[in-house]
C-alpha cells in the first residue's frame, strides 16, 4: 500500500511540471489498480485544506480521475457482494473525513461526479453532508425546489441529446431526486429533449431513468415528432436495463408511429457504373432527388460486404457527366486502373434502380 507521503511527492511532482506536459506515468496508474491505493488517495486529496484546493484542484482532478477509472475497471471483474464492500468502504472514507470536519468540497464534489460518470453509485445524502459543513450556504443545486434550469440548458454548448447527457455525468447527475422533474421538464422545452431523455432512460441509476421516462410517457404524444431517429427508441427498448421502465416502450412506440412523418422517397434520376474490379467492388455515381432536392451521390459497392465509401455532393448544377469524367482516374484501383463509366439507368426510379448491371 502506498504511503500518503509517496502520494503527495508525486501529486506535488506533477503540479510542478507544465500543464502541456503533465500526465500520470504508466507506474502511477498501475498504483490505482489496488483499491487500497485508491482509498489511500481519496483519503489525501480530499482533506486538502480549501485555500489550497482553490489554487491546486486543476491539477488534482486528473490524479481523482485516473484512481477512480481503475477503480472502475477493476470492480468490473469483481463479484456484487465484494462490489458493495468497496461502496461501503468509499462511503466509510468520505464520513469520516467529514466528522473530522476536513472534507473539501470542491473535490468532493468532482470525486462523486467522477465516480458517477463510472458508474459507481454511493449511498450519500449529498445535501446533508453539503448543509452539516456550510449551513445555509448550501447551494441552490441542492434545494429541495431546483432552481430555473432554462439558463443551464439554453447554453450554446447543448445541440443534441448527447451534450445533454455529457452535462448530467459532468454534475447534474449529483441533483437530489426532487430535482429531476424540473431538469427534465425543462430539457422537454427545447428541439433536442427527447432525445435527451430517450437516452437518459439508459442511464445506470433507476431513479433517473425512472424520472425520465415518466416526463417522455406525460408529454403531449405529437411531441414524438421532435425524435430524430425513430431506431434510438427501438435501440433503447432493445437494451433496457431496467425493469420499471419495460412497460412504456411499447406505448412510446405506437406514438411514434403516429406522429411520425413518412419521408419522400429518393428518385434516381441516372446512374453510372464500373465494371466489376478484381477486388469485387464497383464505383457508382448516381444522380439523385434527395427529400425534393437535387444532388449527386457516389459510393462504392463491394459485392461481399455492401457500401465501402459514399460521398454526397451537394450542388445540383454540378453535371453528373463532368464527375464522372474527373473521378475515372482518381477512384481507379490497382486492380482496375483504367475506369469507364457506363450508363447504368435514366430516367426516374423509386428508391433504387431494379436493372443489374452485369
Not at 118 to 143: C, E, H, R, T, W
Not at 330 to 345: E, G, N, R, T
Amino acid at each position: 500500500m502506498l504511503t500518503p507521503e509517496v502520494l503527495v511527492g508525486a501529486i506535488l511532482n506533477y503540479l510542478s511540471q507544465p500543464e502541456s506536459s503533465r500526465k500520470l506515468t504508466s507506474e502511477q496508474l498501475e498504483w490505482f489498480r489496488d483499491p487500497e491505493n485508491v482509498f489511500g488517495l481519496l483519503s489525501v486529496v480530499l482533506s486538502v485544506p480549501d485555500h489550497i484546493a482553490n489554487e491546486m484542484s486543476e491539477g488534482i482532478y486528473p490524479w481523482v480521475d485516473a484512481a477512480v477509472n481503475e477503480l472502475a475497471t477493476t470492480m468490473r471483474k469483481m463479484p456484487s457482494p465484494v462490489k458493495t464492500e468497496i461502496c461501503a468502504a468509499l462511503e466509510q472514507v468520505i464520513e469520516e473525513l467529514d466528522e473530522e470536519g476536513v472534507l473539501c468540497e470542491r473535490i468532493f464534489m468532482h470525486t462523486l461526479t467522477s465516480l458517477k460518470r463510472n458508474q459507481i453509485s454511493l449511498s450519500l445524502d449529498v445535501p446533508a453532508l453539503m448543509a452539516k459543513d456550510y449551513g445555509d450556504n448550501v447551494a441552490p443545486l441542492f434545494a429541495a425546489e431546483a432552481p430555473d434550469f432554462h439558463d443551464l440548458l439554453s447554453s450554446d454548448s447543448i445541440e443534441t441529446g448527447f451534450d445533454f447527457f455529457e452535462l448530467f455525468e459532468q454534475g447534474a447527475s449529483l441533483l437530489p431526486p426532487e430535482a429531476y422533474p424540473s431538469l427534465f421538464g425543462a430539457a422537454l422545452q427545447y428541439s433536442w429533449g427527447v432525445d435527451a431523455l430517450l437516452l437518459m432512460t439508459q442511464y445506470f441509476e433507476e431513479p433517473v431513468s425512472l424520472a425520465c421516462a415518466e416526463q417522455l410517457d406525460a408529454m403531449e404524444p405529437e411531441k414524438w415528432k421532435a425524435l430524430t431517429q425513430p431506431s434510438l427508441l427501438t435501440l433503447c427498448a432493445r437494451f433496457n436495463r431496467h425493469p420499471s421502465i419495460s412497460e412504456f416502450f411499447t406505448r412510446w412506440q405506437k406514438q411514434v408511429m403516429k406522429a411520425g412523418k413518412a419521408s419522400k422517397p429518393v428518385k434516381v434520376k441516372a446512374l453510372y457504373s464500373t465494371l466489376v474490379d478484381g477486388a469485387d467492388c464497383v464505383n457508382m455515381i448516381a444522380s439523385i432527388n434527395l427529400n425534393g432536392e437535387p444532388c449527386t451521390l457516389s459510393f462504392m459497392f463491394d459485392f461481399n460486404v455492401g457500401v465501402r465509401e459514399s460521398l454526397l455532393h451537394v450542388a445540383p448544377d454540378f453535371q453528373l457527366v463532368s464527375l464522372s469524367s474527373k473521378s475515372a482516374t482518381k477512384l481507379a484501383s490497382p486492380s482496375s486502373p483504367q475506369m469507364h463509366w457506363h450508363p447504368y439507368c435514366h430516367g426516374c426510379c423509386q428508391s433504387t434502380c431494379s436493372r443489374a448491371h452485369r
